[in-house]
């Protein structure tokens, strides 16, 4: 099955450095994307029921950009990352966030991003 990259788009009413916040705290992160997070250096392991998951924080420009490699993916090429931008229009916080899924799978995974962060939107009330 070919992997793809995909990038969602989501707006945010709060300051990228609370954006930002969210994306690497552990009290953040346990609040709207996984169970449990232990930070080692520069190792995340997130847990979801009980299933522990390994990323290395590959790329951090605080307030704009956060990058992570799965430890367990199938190709050192593929990452998650969170592009932070303000829009000087609107002022609105926008969130780019790029992944990788199988071609079959690429809609239900934007799916699962647009609830996560429809969740992390409620938490930080923006």
Not at 33 to 50: K, L, M, P, Q, R
Request: with cysteine.
């Amino acid at each position: 099955m070919e992997r793809v990259k995909f990038t969602s788009e989501f707006i945010f009413r709060a300051s990228p450095g609370i954006v930002y916040q969210f994306l690497t705290d552990p009290a953040c992160l346990t609040r709207w994307f996984c169970d449990e997070v232990d930070i080692n250096d520069s190792t995340y392991t997130f847990v979801w029921s009980g299933s522990p998951e390994a990323a290395e924080l590959i790329e951090d420009s605080e307030g704009d950009m956060v990058r992570f490699a799965w430890e367990d993916a199938d190709d050192e090429d593929e990452y998650l990352e969170f592009n932070i931008t303000k829009s000087p229009v609107t002022g609105e916080t926008i969130v780019y966030v790029t992944d990788f899924a199988d071609d079959d799978e690429v809609e239900d995974q934007k799916a699962l991003w647009e609830t996560q962060l429809t969740r992390m939107r409620a938490e930080m009330g923006g």
